[in-house]
Structure formats: structure tokens, C-alpha cells
């Protein structure tokens, strides 16, 4: 079923390429940061996260970077597959509650 | 499988009803934490229990209420429903009390409709 709002900024990406998603955020003070994936019909994901005292943190086939000067984060994805079809959202801690930002849905093309 | 169960699946109901959403949080979990999620909304935090007592609370109307029992399951209470009150609501859960020290995980969701 559908789960995501109706405006969502989409990325295509070719099969076996790598994806970058793009994340700002507004509060410097926001010293925690996830990364999350919904599949339709389904809820959130954990993907990954980052702490602010880092600028980098590597998971399998993802990789988060935080750039704290210019309040960006950005998820890579290694070698995008099929299955890496969804939407994704950036979020973060502020004033002790976690702030999702609006997602954006990836699509590859075959 | 995230461990976090949520019913029902789905809901559907008419405007002036109330209905009950139930959670139940992975095993160990102390905190669980309610979201909305509609088209033009995107993923609203509501509002945050953390063993038992309300701990956090954020865009949550006054029509909508909360609890977490002493087995740690919550239920998120929808009283006198409008159209717009139509959304996804997710169930999250965590182990500690801050909102920023560990993952929260995620159930299925209850889809709501109001008619």
C-alpha cells in the first residue's frame, strides 16, 4: 500500500551503480543521525546511523557522511540492486526526539 | 521482522468513532514511540512512553491519547475522528529512555481510514 506523500524527490539509478541520497538538516545541535528504508506496505527500516563526533561510519554495501559544517548527510549505496527499491528517509535527534525528513524514493532501472 | 507487533493491519471506521491501536514492543524494550504518517505529512513523532510513563510528546492532538501497560504494550486511542486523521500509524521501540542513545525498530503500521 502506499506510505510515502505524493511529492517525493525520486532518484533513478542503473542496476549495479552506486546510489547517493541526500539529506539536510537545520539544527546544529542535532548530534545523532539515521538512515531508514520503507518498502511499500511495510514500516521503517534501520539502515544506518551516525553520531555527530564522526564524519563517516560503513555498513555493508552503505555509507553514511556527515558533514556538520554545511548540515548535510548522505547515504551511499554500493552497487544498487533490485531490492534496494524503496523509499528512504534521513532523520535525527533533536531536542531528544528523532525528525524524519521528507524521503526520497529510489528507482532502479533495470 | 523487526520483534515490534502492531493491530490491526488495517482499520476502517467512520468520522465522530473512536478506535484503539495496539502495540507491542520487541522483547526487552522499555520505550515505545507512536508516528504518523500521511501523504502530506510524511513520518510525525506523536508521542513516547518509557516504561509505563509518558516521557516525550510531539505533534499529538488532544482528540488522540496514549498508554503503555505494565507488560509494556501501548495502545495509541483515536477519539472523534475526522477525514484527515486518515494516515499510517507506526509503532516503534527501543531500550532506553532518550530518544537519541539507540535504534528505534519499527512495526507494519495500522492503515486507518476514516470514511
Known amino acids: 500500500g502506499e506510505s510515502v506523500g505524493l511529492h517525493l524527490p525520486t532518484l533513478s539509478v542503473q542496476e549495479g551503480d552506486n546510489s547517493i541520497i541526500n539529506c539536510a538538516y537545520s539544527?546544529?545541535?542535532?548530534?545523532?543521525f539515521i538512515w531508514y528504508k520503507q518498502e511499500s506496505g511495510k514500516g521503517p527500516q534501520f539502515i544506518i546511523d551516525?553520531?555527530?563526533?564522526?564524519d563517516k561510519r560503513q555498513g555493508q554495501r552503505v555509507t553514511v557522511l556527515l558533514n556538520k559544517t554545511v548540515k548535510h548527510l548522505s547515504l551511499q549505496i554500493a552497487a544498487t540492486q533490485p531490492g534496494d527499491s524503496a523509499v528512504y528517509f534521513c532523520?535525527?535527534?533533536?531536542?531528544?526526539?528523532?525528525?524524519f525528513g521528507k524521503g526520497t524514493r529510489l528507482h532502479i532501472l533495470p | 521482522d523487526s520483534g515490534v507487533t502492531q493491530t490491526p493491519k488495517h482499520l476502517i471506521t467512520a468520522t465522530g468513532q473512536r478506535v484503539t491501536l495496539r502495540c507491542s514492543p520487541r522483547?526487552?524494550?522499555?520505550?515505545v514511540y507512536w508516528y504518523q504518517q500521511s501523504l502530506d505529512q510524511g513520518l510525525q513523532f506523536l508521542i513516547q512512553?518509557?516504561?509505563?510513563?509518558?516521557?516525550a510528546k510531539g505533534n499529538i492532538l488532544e482528540r488522540f491519547s496514549a498508554q503503555q501497560f505494565p507488560d509494556l504494550h501501548s495502545e495509541l486511542n483515536l477519539s472523534s475522528l475526522e477525514l484527515g486523521d486518515s494516515a499510517l500509524y507506526f509503532c516503534?521501540?527501543?531500550?532506553?529512555?532518550?530518544?537519541?542513545?539507540?535504534?528505534?525498530?519499527f512495526g507494519p503500521g495500522t492503515r486507518l481510514t476514516v470514511l
Open positions: 516503534a521501540s527501543s531500550f532506553y529512555r532518550l530518544a537519541g542513545v539507540d535504534t528505534q525498530y
Open positions: 532523520a535525527e535527534n533533536r531536542d531528544d526526539k528523532i525528525i
Open positions: 522483547s526487552g524494550d522499555l520505550s
Open positions: 539544527n546544529s545541535a542535532s548530534d545523532y
Open positions: 551516525i553520531r555527530s563526533n564522526m
Open positions: 512512553y518509557y516504561n509505563g510513563e509518558e516521557r
